[in-house]
């Protein structure tokens, strides 16, 4: 939220200085985003007048002038301004000055002969804008000498304070002159416009089809106005806060969009068909938008609708086919309250964000409404002229009363701040909560209507089965409870939040315990050691568009968003591997095809029930790394299996323990994915390519390869002393076998066959040759590997040796049909 300081005082009346302001705002709850001084940057500048302007003698484009900076001092400036000419009012750059539009620094010169001693400025040179076409041209009128700046009234300070989502009223300078006057610098100025009075029949009536989108509203006609430039006053302040000016009549609803928190939207007249505005629900129609863009309303939008269609998305934005320009000559003012959840999800349907859905969405003051009316067509009639109708009204304001209790002792209790019962309630006063009633204890408060989010309705999300008389009482102590908490923070943070007394917690043990569980340390050591595999880390969104989740897992209407942050967010993923293909895919798209990314976080399954599991993931795209002892060459399975066992070896799990199938997801390319399994049940992880149809829907050109290790499945190791390793004295002996076997027994049914051929005396088995064909015939491979005996005992003897070879060889033929080369 920004607003000037000049912008401030029209509500606030105060002394207080700009430094006082901004640290006050801080410490009532209005953060502080920062102050812009735009003066600070043009202080050099002045008005001047060109004296002549004349022909450069040496240059067709140049002209050199004499300026009057208001010292009576000539001096020379050579300009390449078309504009240039001798009785001009222009703005004048002495030597020394840094022109902001250009980062230079003004030295004397000559230019082609010609002394310059300074420089004529165009808008855009002094950062005020993108015009350059020439000089700024100000009126004959304008104070010769005196600081363009402050004549420009750009010394007006912009403040910009952050603003929390319950905090509807904060964005309007009046809410935010309320908290500052209850704050102690200066008194609230009374809002009273007086009525107009009307001098004819409202042209346009109101009806309300959806009360449950729009329960009140109001509108009046002005007949008889001219359109035209808004005064200099109006357009600074706008211009001030980041708005463009456009017309008069624009101006006016934005002016009070941002000064009271009000929105308001104007309608041509000419334009509209028919006497009727209807509030109705969309009925799948396309309506193009103030800002050009087409959007098509459906039932869940409200809409503003004449006999012709529909003019505006309500409490979002209003349609251009109604829209006000230089030809109008009668307008109607729109001044509604709208339902703030339909606004919001209308808004984040269709992706619109504008200064009335933020107003709406968090809830404005419904009591305002005849006031913002009335002090908008006083504007109108006064920067417009014309003559005001009757105003048209359709609905009933909402009957919103509320009574807040407040027991003083929670103002120590909770807050820890030792605040006298009279300042409480004086506080409380100031910000507009009228005393209902009072005793020694407590205070009961009537809640303004412009604070929405103070006792506020609470819908419990309660058990189905819980007792009918519990519930209620749940109920009626949550809303006494938060109503008395609400009115806590407010004493709190107007008597200032910095003085509150900070207090340590209490100290449970002479020496802390570990800061970490097994759990997080486990991740730590996950997030290393991918990191240390060339995997860069990500963190993205556990949501994605539905139809997407789909190719990686199952999307049950259980773990669909009934509120997503947006339409292609609305679907808990089934885990990060999903949203990591999404990465490597926009990666693919903006030139980076060889992605290297992991991430730790959840995935989400709903069957039995809903739940998530905490999940690391991978995947590499595209090609590896060139280098001069390997050419780059595609990722594959075994890209992603040795990652997916990097991580699983830092987390201590036994990996002659594991084993792999191949009934890998169906996310996966069935010949090079697999399954890792710690016994017949447990699965660690899974691993391999991308199936080609997923990598063509996520539009990602080149093979990709990916794992996801189950962090919950990996057993916590057991606390137990262990006891100091046995070395061997002895040498080991290693010996060579190959076998012939089908091409379809997996290599680790053969490798777990020798393991266990003799447990006391094998300490190793590797796979390190595979070969096929020649005269092995068809559907036989050869798979060599090597045994490591290790004695603890003796030296092995040579029968020793060819006895365990022996057991190595039938151990293996038994279990897999293999026969030793």
Not at 620 to 629: H, K, L, Q, V, Y
Not at 691 to 701: D, I, N
Not at 788 to 803: D, G, M
Request: with cysteine.
């Amino acid at each position: 939220m920004k607003f000037t300081r000049s912008w401030l005082a029209a509500h606030l009346d105060t002394d207080a200085d700009l430094t006082t302001i901004a640290e006050t705002l801080t410490r009532i709850g209005l953060e502080l985003e920062g102050i812009e001084d735009r003066a600070a940057a043009l202080a050099p500048f002045r008005i001047a007048r060109v004296i002549s302007a004349v022909p450069h003698p040496d240059a067709d484009r140049l002209r050199a002038c004499m300026v009057d900076a208001g010292d009576g001092v000539p001096v020379s400036v050579v300009c390449g301004a078309p504009n240039a000419r001798t009785g001009m009012m222009a703005v004048f750059a002495p030597p020394g000055s840094f022109i902001p539009g250009t980062g230079i620094t003004l030295k004397t010169g000559r230019i082609r002969g010609v002394e310059s001693a300074g420089m004529l400025l165009s808008a855009r040179e002094m950062g005020l804008g993108e015009d350059h076409s020439g000089i700024v041209d100000l009126p004959e009128d304008a104070p010769l000498g005196a600081s363009y700046a402050a004549w420009a009234g750009l010394d007006d300070a912009v403040i910009e304070i952050s603003v929390t989502p319950n905090r509807g009223d904060a964005l309007g300078v009046r809410g935010i002159a309320r908290d500052l006057a209850a704050a102690g610098i200066g008194r609230l100025k009374p809002f009273a416009p007086a009525p107009v009075a009307p001098a004819y029949p409202s042209p346009i009536t109101w009806k309300i089809a959806a009360p449950e989108a729009c329960p009140f509203v109001l509108g009046r006609a002005v007949r008889g106005l001219k359109n035209g430039e808004s005064p200099r006053w109006l357009r600074e302040r706008l211009t001030a806060i980041g708005l463009r000016p456009i017309n008069a009549l624009v101006d006016i609803t934005n002016y009070f969009t941002f000064d009271l928190g009000r929105p308001l939207h104007v309608f041509d007249v000419a334009k509209l068909s028919g006497p009727t505005l209807t509030l109705r629900p969309g009925a799948n129609e396309t309506m193009r938008a103030l800002n050009g863009r087409d959007y098509v309303l459906g039932a869940e939008d409200c809409v503003i609708a004449d006999a012709a269609g529909v003019q505006s998305l309500a409490g979002v934005m209003g349609g251009e086919a109604s829209g006000c320009t230089a030809d109008t000559t009668e307008v109607f003012v729109e001044c509604a309250l709208f339902d703030p959840v339909r606004v919001a999800l209308s808004g984040r349907r269709h992706q619109i964000t504008s200064d009335a859905r933020q107003r709406f969405e968090r809830g404005i003051d419904a009591a305002l409404m005849p006031d913002a009316l009335e002090a908008a067509t006083a504007m109108i009639l006064e920067l417009c002229g014309g003559e005001a109708s009757a105003v048209a009204a359709a609905g009933a304001m909402p009957a919103r009363a509320r009574d807040a209790r407040l027991r003083f002792s929670r103002l120590a209790e909770l807050g820890g701040a030792a605040i006298a019962p009279d300042t409480a309630v004086a506080s409380l006063a100031a910000l507009g909560f009228s005393q209902v009633a009072r005793d020694a204890d407590s205070v009961t408060v009537a809640v303004p209507s412009w604070r929405n989010d103070v006792a506020a309705p609470i819908a419990l999300d309660q058990a189905p089965g819980l007792d009918p008389a519990r519930a209620v009482a749940a109920a009626e102590g949550c809303a006494a409870i938060e109503a008395e908490c609400d009115l806590v923070e407010e004493v709190l943070r107007i008597a200032g939040l910095d003085a509150i007394p900070p207090v340590s917690l209490p100290v449970l043990a002479p020496v802390p315990p570990a800061s970490l569980t097994e759990a997080q340390s486990r991740t730590a050591r996950v997030r290393r050691v991918l990191a240390a595999q060339g995997l860069v880390e990500c963190v993205t969104f556990s949501f994605m568009d539905r139809t997407r989740a789909a190719y990686f897992g199952e999307t049950p209407a259980a773990l669909t968003l009934l509120n997503p942050i947006a339409a292609d967010l609305d679907q808990l993923r089934p885990g990060p591997l999903a949203t990591l293909a999404l990465a490597a895919s926009r990666n693919g798209a903006r030139g980076y095809a060889d992605a290297a990314l992991f991430e730790i976080g959840p995935g989400f399954v709903a069957a039995p029930e809903a739940s998530q599991r905490a999940i690391a993931a991978g995947l590499r795209s595209g090609a590896t790394p060139r280098a001069w002892n390997a050419p780059a060459r595609p990722v594959g399975m075994f890209d992603a299996k040795a990652d997916l066992f990097a991580a699983l070896a830092v987390l201590g799990v036994p990996m002659e323990a594991l084993s792999v199938t191949a009934d890998a997801p169906s996310c996966f390319h069935p010949g090079r994915s697999g399954v890792v399994r710690q016994g017949p049940k447990a699965v660690l992880g899974v691993f391999g390519e991308l199936h080609p149809s997923v990598l063509a829907a996520l539009g990602m050109a080149g093979p990709a390869a990916g794992f996801e290790l189950f962090l919950d499945a990996v057993a916590l190791p057991k606390k137990r002393r262990r006891a100091a390793p046995v070395l061997s004295a002895f040498q080991p002996v290693r010996r060579d076998f190959a076998f012939v076997v089908d091409a379809t027994v997996p290599a680790e049914a053969l490798l777990r066959a020798a393991r266990g051929a003799e447990r006391t005396l094998i300490a190793g088995v590797v796979l390190f040759d595979r070969f096929a064909g020649g005269a092995l015939g068809a559907g036989k491979v050869s798979l060599g590997i090597e045994v490591t005996f290790q004695p603890v005992a003796a030296t092995l003897t040579e029968a020793e040796i060819e006895a365990a070879s022996a057991k190595v060889v039938a151990a293996v033929a038994k279990a897999t049909g293999a026969v030793l080369r």
